[in-house]
């Protein structure tokens, strides 16, 4: 719900948060805001929001819809967010269309104080990041991007680990449209089980790797995929899409299980 119009604190207090933008398109969903902009910490009830013009990541607290802190270390607009959780530690990670990765380190104190300098910096794409992905308990996070690449690093020391190739052209079927099109990566997620799976929106391609970056399947599909969730148990991928349907998947092979 918009905020009122003639309510000017209304308007001050949640435009911070609200009016958010986004150059990559992948991003901006029938004038709905990727999902991938945000991040929430349940432990102080904090959204962190991306995608705002001036590069920056905003603190905002849940209860009164203030600023806590900003974020400003990305050269370009931050497209993507996760939040990383273990017993005594949290981490922020961001992308950005300045084609890094940022893992900043949130203390546990009362106030939530987000460290001001970066914990890591993590370079290696050549062309803006449109997602990431963390797994605490496999200590690795992971990052698509538009140049086709997964990219794979140590969650606490920040080094490089592999990249894996997300091109499926070689025996696949592509259409004159899409032949010279990269296959971006437009989402990505780690289950359980340790199974990378990928989704290139210029492809329309579902695809699931190995930690080593083995493909073990990849399915075409005749929709674009908007938004995705991983069983808690890592076996089964929801998504929805442009056909109104919401699929069920077997994560490793990506096989239809059935479709609502």
């Known amino acids: ?25 992948y991003h901006v969903l ?8 945000f991040a929430y910490l ?16 905003r603190v905002t607290s849940i209860d009164n819809g203030c600023i806590v802190c900003t974020l400003k ?6 497209t993507c967010l996760s939040i990383g959780k273990s017993y005594d530690k949290r981490w922020l990670i961001s992308g950005s269309q300045d084609c890094s990765v940022i893992i900043w380190e949130i203390s546990l104190d009362r106030a939530l104080k987000v460290n001001a300098k970066p914990l890591h910096v993590l370079l290696g794409h050549s062309m803006p990041v449109n997602c990431i992905a963390v797994s605490v308990d496999m200590n690795i996070v992971l990052s698509g991007s538009d140049d086709g690449f997964i990219m794979m690093y140590d969650l606490r020391e920040g080094n490089y680990i592999r990249s894996i190739h997300n091109d499926v052209s070689k025996g696949e079927e592509t ?19 340790g199974y990378i799976i990928s989704y290139s929106a210029t492809h329309q391609t579902l695809s699931t790797f190995s930690l080593v970056g ?7 599909l005749c929709e674009h995929l908007f938004c995705f969730a991983i069983s808690d148990d890592g076996k089964v991928l929801v998504h929805g899409g442009s056909s109104c349907l919401i699929a069920f998947r077997w994560v490793r092979a990506v096989f239809p299980i059935f479709l609502s």
């Open 175 to 193: 259409s004159e449209s899409n032949k010279d099109k990269k296959y971006s990566v437009t989402w990505i997620g780690i289950s359980s089980d």
């Open 30 to 37: 029938n004038g709905h805001l990727s999902s991938k902009l």
């Open 73 to 78: 270390e990305h050269k370009d607009i931050v």
């Open 1 to 25: 719900m918009l905020p009122d119009e003639h309510n000017s604190d209304s308007i001050k207090r949640r435009s911070n948060v609200i009016y958010c933008c986004s150059h990559n398109n």
């Open 42 to 57: 349940s432990d102080g009830r904090y959204l962190f929001s991306g995608g705002h013009w001036d590069s920056s990541i």
């Open 214 to 220: 083995t493909r073990l399947a990849t399915k075409k």
